[in-house]
């Protein structure tokens, strides 16, 4: 049995999510991330806190055939085992999901091949110890209409929970059984709005309507006792963000999803997009019954901003100096995503080249995530990294591009290491997240 499939982490999900539902302000943030740094930075920061943190892959980047990371689900949770151990978080202590666990990937083939693909990811994931899955089975595949109606699209993920379910009984009697998170009112996978308003939240008619499907679809193939495990719903909040703008939460807009919180099964809401609000906002999100929170792009995104002012304190100190080759980390994220256009060219083909250039690297959508394993640009960036570890970096040139971090290196709180400085800049943003659901300091325990 995986260390990670153990009933601490479920336990405190459903503790989170009753608790909620009760009208306490508690909630739980889900890291959908599979950027390395980012990991260990939210891997330590739940050690820190006493926490739990709950982590989750996404269906393109993590699937039976690699995804764009190159990792299985097992070799994704085994790459977990491995930070949270470095990191001194205890395994019992990580909840791995599934976000958007559906035929995504494969859209191009037909819905025959792409959910036959889909359900061999859903038994691997089971296998491998993912624990919290999202069941999402909402985008037309090939030979699809250009959209589904909500019979087709709980259908089909009636199918992937059925799968699941068939796993886990070879997984043995003493692993924990998954719960699970419906509804699919969000943009595609990694996606962002883009209109120029921000989308409409989610009518309780419709919500209603969903859950109704979703209902007789568990109930037509007897998955009665997985729908009571049904934990979490998928609506649409109105907050969003766009490559340069971000909608911002409006509870009064929300409060007749507030108010209607479905009695069965008992769940909470589930937000995506929440990137880039104001910590006010998410912690009002939670309030209203958001109880679970997604981040990503946000994460990833910041952790760039890291790696443009290394490289940028880099110049400052070392160029110029004999014998010391300067990275060109930026240069090649660049080339990477000129080589490959794929994810990139839908958000940002449509623009003047010098837009497309300058939202290439700077886009809150931070579509540059997708490319950071490349080897060129890991060369590059253990190069940029390298160079900085050789000496103590100049604390003014800290202060200049890290001003928070240098407050804490002042106070003897952190290292002048371009690692800590990345794993800082990260664990800010993991902060308002913890401070919104009101688990910092272990509470969630």
């Not at 009933?7 to 909630?27: T, Y």
């Amino acid at each position: 049995m995986s260390p990670f499939q153990n009933g601490a982490a479920g336990a405190w999900l459903q503790k989170v999510v009753n608790a909620n539902r009760a009208g306490q302000a508690v909630g739980l943030f889900s890291v959908c991330s599979a950027q390395p740094s980012v990991l260990r930075a939210a891997m330590r920061h739940a050690a820190d806190n006493n926490a739990m943190l709950s982590v989750e892959s996404t269906s393109n980047q993590v699937n039976q055939f690699g995804g764009y990371t190159g990792l299985t689900p097992a070799q994704f949770v085994a790459d977990l085992q491995n930070t949270a151990k470095e990191a001194g978080l205890p395994a019992e202590r990580v909840l791995i999901g599934s976000d958007h666990l559906g035929p995504y990937p494969w859209r191009k083939e037909t819905s025959s091949v792409a959910m036959e693909k889909a359900c061999a990811l859903a038994r691997d994931s089971v296998l491998a110890g993912y624990m919290k899955i999202h069941l999402d089975a909402s985008l037309p595949c090939a030979d699809d209409p250009t959209a589904l109606d909500d019979d087709t699209i709980a259908e089909r993920a009636a199918q992937l929970c059925s799968v699941a379910e068939a796993a886990l009984a070879h997984r043995g009697h003493e692993s924990l059984s998954p719960i699970y998170v419906i509804g699919t009112e969000v943009p595609t996978p990694g996606g962002e709005q883009s209109g120029s308003s921000a989308p409409k939240p989610t009518r309780v008619e419709d919500l209603q309507r969903t859950l109704e499907s979703f209902r007789t679809s568990f109930s037509r193939r007897g998955l009665h006792d997985a729908w009571e495990r049904v934990i979490g719903m998928v609506v649409q909040t109105g907050a969003e963000f766009s490559n340069d703008h971000v909608f911002d939460y409006d509870s009064q807009k929300i409060r007749h999803l507030s108010c209607h919180l479905p009695r069965s099964p008992c769940i909470v809401y589930e937000a995506h997009s929440t990137d880039y609000q104001m910590p006010s906002a998410l912690r009002k999100m939670v309030e209203d019954h958001f109880a679970i929170l997604k981040v990503g792009p946000w994460l990833t995104f910041v952790y760039r901003e890291a790696i443009f002012a290394l490289s940028s304190m880099e110049r400052d100190w070392l160029a110029g100096n004999k014998g010391v080759r300067l990275s060109s980390v930026r240069e090649q994220l660049d080339a990477a995503m000129l080589r490959n256009p794929a994810h990139w060219r839908d958000y940002y083909g449509s623009q003047e080249p010098a837009m497309q250039s300058f939202l290439r690297m700077f886009s809150f959508s931070d579509r540059c995530r997708y490319y950071w394993p490349e080897p060129d640009v890991r060369n590059e960036l253990d190069l940029l990294l390298g160079n900085l570890s050789c000496g103590t970096s100049p604390v003014t040139l800290i202060s200049q591009y890290f001003p928070e971090q240098y407050e804490a290196i002042r106070g003897q709180e952190l290292r002048a290491r371009p690692q800590d400085l990345i794993e800082q800049h990260v664990r800010r943003v993991l902060s308002i997240y913890s401070n919104a659901c009101g688990t910092s300091g272990g509470e969630n325990r």
